[in-house]
């Protein structure tokens, strides 16, 4: 068994562990503003619903706008660079919102432009990280290095979640910010801390040499190749229904369930934890089962929980939806480990940051579209009955894969075959999927 399998990443690694710090606590400041911003609207700005939801939508708005030529530009440059300039712009556009507020010029509209430009931000830095990652470790280290940087991530969140309300109550809303600006000068001084340099970026003569030439490159490599499509196309309708009832699940506990805002919080805390104990099993299960099986298992079998949700009433039933969500957050994450993995080990490297571009594009651009048919569903047929309609979508969206080549393989390919549109034949000692009785 190779030094990778058996772990000690963190230990032996520090690159990747100052890497693995600074992203986390990225994180964590990410969940806490998802807290203190809306609240700094609501008690410090008096906005509306329509202007909060304006402020939550301001934050996916740059994925849909330059996402596709943000993976043009961090294919041409080196990924370090970007990931600082993006933590930098972070870390003074938060630190500015308590600085404006004291002198009395914060507005609605100079905090959606600080939500819009630390979007921004966010889309740089994602899809540099994504692209950053493989360059510091080796193959035979990146599952293992995937798999703690989601957990960390989602233990981050619950963190986050847990105790940003808790910061804007003891400091004041718009003083929190400071909080996620803090987590962006560790992620800075990580970030600062790590030795390796990529080399100089070198055009290949085959690639195009304009900007839409080469966003049309990076959408082509998720249409002409079945691997990539069915994982995209999978992400956007998957995407599409659990933003679907997630953006409606506070008021179905709240309103149809009968509990108070306190339980509620801590109940979707205990959901979140799903996201953990998801990175934690998915390599020894990919390990044992197949990394094409383990695929369909997170995505397919656990969300299938997802419809205990819709059945939670108070007391003990509130069990089905700390069950049912607790599954649907494992499954997402450990998806999400094996699909990062997958696409860093199979991807061209000159073509990873146009790949992540691509799919975030693709399927974030169905966040906002699950938000309003949660909403729409839930005015039109009641919450209950909506939450059954979006819940159901989870496990369904999971057809795709498995109708597609991921279905009919052990394994999800470790190396593209760029000559023929044809997946790679499957390995003679893989065992087709049966369908499940």
């Known amino acids: ?115 819009l430009l630390t979007g921004t931000a966010a889309v740089f830095f994602q899809t540099a990280y994504s692209a950053y990652l493989p360059s510091i470790l080796e193959p035979d280290d990146q599952p293992e290095g995937n798999a703690k940087l989601h957990g960390s991530a989602s233990a981050a969140q619950i963190a986050g979640l847990g105790s940003g ?55 082509s490599l998720i249409a002409d190749d079945p691997w990539f499509r069915a994982l995209t196309l999978f992400g956007a309708v998957s995407n599409l229904a659990l933003m679907g009832y997630q953006s409606i699940q506070v008021v179905f506990l709240v309103r149809t369930v009968g509990l108070a805002p306190g339980p509620v919080g ?19 299960v990919a390990d044992r089962v197949g990394t094409a099986r383990a695929t369909l298992l997170f995505e397919l079998g656990l969300p299938l929980f997802a419809l205990l949700i819709p059945l939670t009433v108070r007391g003990v039933g509130v069990l089905l939806f700390v069950t049912g969500g607790f599954c649907v957050c494992a499954g997402v994450v ?17 073509l990873l940051g146009r790949l992540t571009a691509s799919t975030a594009f693709l399927s974030y651009g169905t966040i906002p579209l699950g938000a309003l048919l949660g909403g729409a569903l839930g005015t039109v047929l009641g919450i209950r009955t909506a939450m059954a309609v979006t819940t159901a979508g989870v496990p369904l969206a999971a057809l795709i894969l498995y109708f597609s080549p991921i279905g009919r393989t052990r394994d999800l390919p470790a190396a593209r075959r760029p000559t023929s549109g044809a997946p790679p034949s499957p390995d003679p000692d893989d065992e087709p999927v049966l369908p499940r009785p």
């Open 334 to 350: 450990a998806g999400n480990i094996i699909k990062a993995s997958f696409q860093q080990r199979y991807c061209p490297p000159d």
């Open 165 to 219: 309300g808790l910061i804007a109550q003891l400091a004041g809303a718009a003083n929190g910010m400071f909080a996620n600006a803090a987590t962006f000068l560790v992620s800075l001084l990580c970030l600062t801390g790590i030795r390796h340099r990529e080399p100089p970026v070198t055009r290949s003569g085959h690639r195009p040499a304009t900007l839409v030439g080469e966003v049309r490159e990076g959408l």
């Open 1 to 115: 068994m190779s030094q990778s399998t058996r772990g000690g990443l963190l230990r032996r690694h520090r690159d990747f562990r100052l890497l693995w710090c600074g992203e986390t606590a990225g994180k964590f400041g990410a969940s806490v503003t998802g807290v203190a911003m809306p609240l700094v609207a609501v008690s410090t700005l008096d906005a509306n619903t329509f202007e909060v939801g304006l402020l939550s939508a301001a934050a996916w708005a740059p994925w849909l706008f330059i996402g596709l030529p943000a993976g043009v530009w961090v294919d041409r440059s080196r990924r370090r660079p970007i990931m600082l300039a993006a933590a930098a712009v972070s870390l003074l556009l938060f630190a500015g919102v308590p600085v404006v507020a004291w002198l009395g010029w914060l507005s609605t509209g100079l905090l959606l432009g600080v939500a």
């Open 266 to 284: 801590a109940l979707i805390a205990a959901t979140s934890a799903g996201g953990v104990v998801g990175a934690f099993a998915v390599r020894r």
